[in-house]
Nanobody, 129 residues
Framework: QVQLVESGGGLVQAGGSLRLSCAASGRTLAFSRYAMGWFRQAPGKEREFVAAIGWSGGSTYYADSVKGRFTISRDNAKNTVYLQMNSLKPEDTAAYYC????????????????????WGQGTQVTVSS
């Protein structure tokens, strides 16, 4: 079983930046073969895709709403994935969740909730106008 723990959320003014982290652990975890993603859920809305990264780190994909502002990255030595969020907007306010799954292709990333097996508990990001 894999555990994912997010951190780094908080309150920030519009135009500001935050860096989220997601640390993975578990007896069965092979992080170097573990694709990861970030999703978010605002009150009253469905959980939506934000960004994804393959286990090789060379393949990334972003939702149009965050492209050019957010950057996903990973450090396989630390079993951690990051989401650098710049130029934040009030509409970015949501609970942010990291997700992971084993993948056999390093370039593969996944954008659908149903493609992930493991989820963190979430970290709240609030952007004030």
């Amino acid at each position: 079983q894999v555990q994912l723990v997010e951190s780094g959320g908080g309150l920030v003014q519009a135009g500001g930046s935050l860096r989220l982290s997601c640390a993975a652990s578990g007896r069965t975890l092979a992080f170097s073969r573990y694709a990861m993603g970030w999703f978010r859920q605002a009150p009253g809305k469905e959980r939506e895709f934000v960004a994804a990264i393959g286990w090789s780190g060379g393949s990334t994909y972003y939702a149009d709403s965050v492209k050019g502002r957010f950057t996903i990255s990973r450090d396989n030595a630390k079993n951690t994935v990051y989401l650098q969020m710049n130029s934040l907007k009030p509409e970015d306010t949501a609970a942010y969740y990291c997700a992971g799954r084993t993948s056999y292709i390093g370039r593969s990333y996944y954008t659908n909730l149903s493609q992930y097996n493991d989820w963190g508990q979430g970290t709240q990001v609030t952007v004030s106008s």
